[in-house]
């Protein structure tokens, strides 16, 4: 890591959050103020990266939240999260969402302030397939790309003679910025590079990976690193041991959405989203230890975290 992005990293910290307010409601205003969120996500393996995105939505302040989901785990989601709207999409034979879905989806989605892809999906090919068949239907929303649907950026082309030197072939750079999140071994497959080399240095892997595909992206860790594709750089410190556990990505990628949805730039939500995913942690670990406590309970830690915060 050289000295200049050292020196050029805003640090996430409480100073930085109490001057960055989030968006907050007027007094007297409804859930459509707070903004809508639409989570594409789950699996039959895999039906709680959903269920956890979509709680994590909620407990972030936004105002309605819609889950479209496989069929085969979309009443599942209904009765264990009644305070969303669940949509039935269709499935391919691999258990993902199968390319129809972009016939249900693609009126509803120009409704959406936030609309998350990716917790608990599986088929990765045919998820890139999904996501860019929605790509042009979510120009206006702020979107937030996670787990398996992050791999449309790493999709190569089939003809040998379209690879140059056996080099990987990326996508064009996305038209308007996004938002990925992911930890060094998903940065690694995604930017064709070794893991090693991304924890060696994490900052110039995600400034790269930003420029690259025009995309904000959160590289998750000990040091959760966030880079713009201007060049801009955020690093938080924070958080413990035990959030690295299984579904902690997914509610992460649910706080920003929701956040996202209140009317925070998608920066903005991405910040205070990893800062509050990590105070969760924290407290966490003080009641249970630092191991042991569940994803599906930080959740419920983050509002009063923010009210902690954003009091004046």
Request: include cysteine; aromatic fraction near 4%.
């Amino acid at each position: 890591m050289n000295d200049m992005n050292k020196q050029a990293a805003v640090p996430v910290d409480d100073a930085l959050l109490r001057e960055w307010l989030l968006p907050m409601p007027a007094r007297e205003g409804d859930k459509e103020e707070r903004g809508r969120v639409m989570v594409i996500a789950g699996s039959r393996e895999i039906p709680g990266g959903a269920l956890l995105a979509a709680r994590a939505a909620l407990r972030a302040g936004a105002g309605k939240v819609t889950l479209a989901a496989p069929a085969a785990i979309a009443q599942q989601l209904a009765f264990s999260i009644p305070e969303t709207r669940v949509i039935e999409l269709p499935e391919t034979e691999e258990g993902g969402i199968a390319l129809g879905a972009v016939d249900a989806l693609a009126g509803l989605l120009p409704r959406y302030d936030a609309v998350l892809i990716g917790p608990g999906l599986q088929d990765e090919q045919a998820t890139c397939a999904l996501v860019m068949a929605l790509l042009p239907h979510l120009r206006e929303a702020k979107v937030v790309l996670d787990a398996s649907a992050m791999s449309v950026v790493r999709r190569q082309l089939q003809a040998v003679d379209a690879c140059h030197q056996g080099q990987p072939r990326f996508i064009a750079s996305f038209d308007t910025p996004v938002l990925l999140t992911p930890h060094p071994g998903e940065m690694a497959h995604l930017a064709a590079l070794d893991k090693e080399s991304v924890l060696a240095n994490p900052v110039d892997a995600a400034l790269q990976a930003a420029r690259r595909w025009n995309a904000l992206v959160a590289l998750k860790g000990a040091v959760t690193w966030i880079a713009a594709p201007g060049g801009r750089l955020w690093r938080h410190d924070g958080g413990n041991v035990g959030l690295a556990v299984s579904g902690s990505g997914d509610v992460l990628a649910g706080l920003i959405a929701g956040l996202a949805a209140r009317g925070a730039a998608l920066e903005q939500a991405c910040a205070w989203g990893v800062a509050l995913h990590a105070r969760a942690g924290e407290r966490l670990a003080q009641r249970y230890g630092t191991l042991g406590y569940l994803a599906s309970e930080l959740p419920a830690e983050v509002p009063a975290l923010m009210h902690g915060l954003c009091a004046q």
